[in-house]
């Protein structure tokens, strides 16, 4: 699956699931509830909509590029969808039939998993009925269009809410001209040679694998391929290719700095992006024969998912300091990186996180026409403390993926939310992320209690 487009938009929101419209009207069951009761005849009519739904999306997959952001299933039905897909049109009618079967289905399920299966379908489904509707020409509100395809609905803070993060950045980096100039300047004393990029990332990768395969059990004979690109609107990408094996793209048309090794190492591998579509292929496809979670729709409910938990899990694989020891005392002797003398540098780095939720706000006025282009890139500019080359390539990200910028700081938030419920032990907090990323999950079970 995924194409992970890693933007550290962290935004303070207080999320909402679907309104009245869009929640499909099946129970709710907890991300941790597991029950192996079967009932025969409801799970062959919802295998049979599961069936038809891979379909549909491996055709709607012909009208956009980039919309299946993964498929890993049988050669043939890819083959058969790119050899006769039905028109936008037919496939938004074939798509509102299956939620209507969907919800006659789900009323006879008892079993709480299969239901979850259910409602997940449901909501992929509503996504994809947006997406249709997108590409015929309907336009929505950047925060409708975010609810319907990823299921919440975002509440931005104004612009000026970050203002006083920006006064704390400028006691960070003084001086002379503009913050975000001194800021770019002072980082820049922290770019990885281009000679250094491929040891500085395996370093970087292997460590993140480690953390992650202490406490959750890998497929035996997982692997990755790591390249470096250019061209490209984001700075890393997995590519999931099935049987447990990513390819995982770096973007270099910019300078990378060192903070982007371990956060590109654990947000595309571990325990982010690889690690997911590995344990969904497991758990779900292969041991299960839910043959619907080998294709991932880009624009879905499963992004959320996606994203979230591969933001979150940088925190979780380098808790408190940890993450600033090992660029210390590990990946900056290996990319020849002079070690700071004191942790302005880390500190610098968490009030720009602490800052991104203006990314958001930035794109909603973005896209709802509030504001134009050259604006955006200013307040990108300003907001994100970053260099007019790398503004104008966050606002390409934007023009690509619209509404897809909320599942970065949004979705780590309600993930975190999730797996720090009730100050647990460590262990237990690996074990909720190893439900997130090995079940049917959807941002509304998030919010579960």
């Known amino acids: 699956m995924i194409r992970k487009l890693i933007a550290l938009s962290l935004v303070i929101v207080l999320p909402g699931c679907a309104t009245s419209e869009t929640k499909p009207p099946v129970a709710k069951a907890d991300i ?70 969907l919800d006659l289905a789900a009323r006879r399920m008892p079993d709480p998993l299969e239901r979850r299966r259910a409602t997940f379908l449901r909501a992929q489904l509503r996504a994809a009925e947006t997406r249709l509707l997108m590409m015929q020409g309907t336009r929505f509100a950047f925060v409708d269009e975010a609810e319907r395809l990823f299921g ?18 400028e006691s960070l980096v003084p001086g002379e001209g503009a913050l975000a100039d001194r800021v770019e300047a002072y980082l820049d004393a922290f770019t990885i ?34 390249e470096f690109v250019t061209g490209k609107s984001w700075s890393g990408y997995n590519y999931y290719q099935g049987g447990y094996h990513s390819l995982i793209q770096v ?82 002797p290996i990319a020849e990186i002079a070690v700071p003398s004191d ?31 050259p604006t955006a890139v200013a307040l990108t500019q300003k907001y994100l403390l970053v260099s007019a080359r790398r503004a104008e390539q966050s606002v390409s990200f934007t023009d690509q993926y619209r509404s897809y910028v909320i599942n970065y700081g949004l979705g780590e938030t309600m993930v975190r939310a999730y797996v720090e419920r009730g100050k647990p032990s460590r262990d237990e907090m690996w074990r909720r992320m190893a439900k997130i990323v090995s079940e049917p999950t959807l941002p509304s079970d998030l919010l579960a209690r």
């Open 343 to 373: 942790d302005r540098y880390w500190q610098l780095l968490k009030a720009i996180k602490r800052a991104s939720g203006a990314r958001l706000t930035i794109a909603q006025q973005y896209l709802d026409g509030v504001i134009d282009r």
């Open 193 to 226: 040679p281009k000679d250094r990029l491929q040891k500085t990332f395996d370093a970087a990768i292997a460590r993140c694998r480690g953390r992650s395969m202490a406490h959750i059990p890998m497929p035996e004979g997982e692997s990755f391929r790591l």
């Open 32 to 101: 941790a509830t597991v029950d192996v009761r079967r009932s025969p005849a409801s799970t062959k009519a919802l295998g049979e909509i599961a069936a038809a739904y891979l379909r549909l999306t491996l055709e709607i997959g012909t009208h956009e590029p980039g919309y299946i952001d993964a498929y890993y299933g049988p050669p043939e039905l890819q083959k058969a969808a790119e050899a006769a897909p039905r028109d936008k049109p037919a496939l938004l009618a074939a798509t509102r039939d299956l939620m209507a079967q």
């Open 152 to 169: 919440v609905r975002p509440r931005l803070k104004p612009l000026a809410s970050y203002d006083a993060e920006l006064a704390k950045i």
């Open 251 to 332: 973007n270099t048309d910019l300078p990378i700095r060192l903070s982007r090794a371990l956060d590109l190492g654990c947000h595309e591998g571990y325990p982010g992006h690889h690690l997911l579509n590995m344990k969904l292929e497991e758990k779900l496809v292969k041991e299960r024969g839910w043959g619907e979670f080998s294709v991932y729709p880009l624009y879905s409910p499963q992004s959320l998912i996606a994203e979230g938990s591969a933001n979150y899990g940088i925190d979780l694989a380098f808790p408190e300091n940890s993450k600033a020891d090992t660029e210390r005392d590990v990946l900056m």
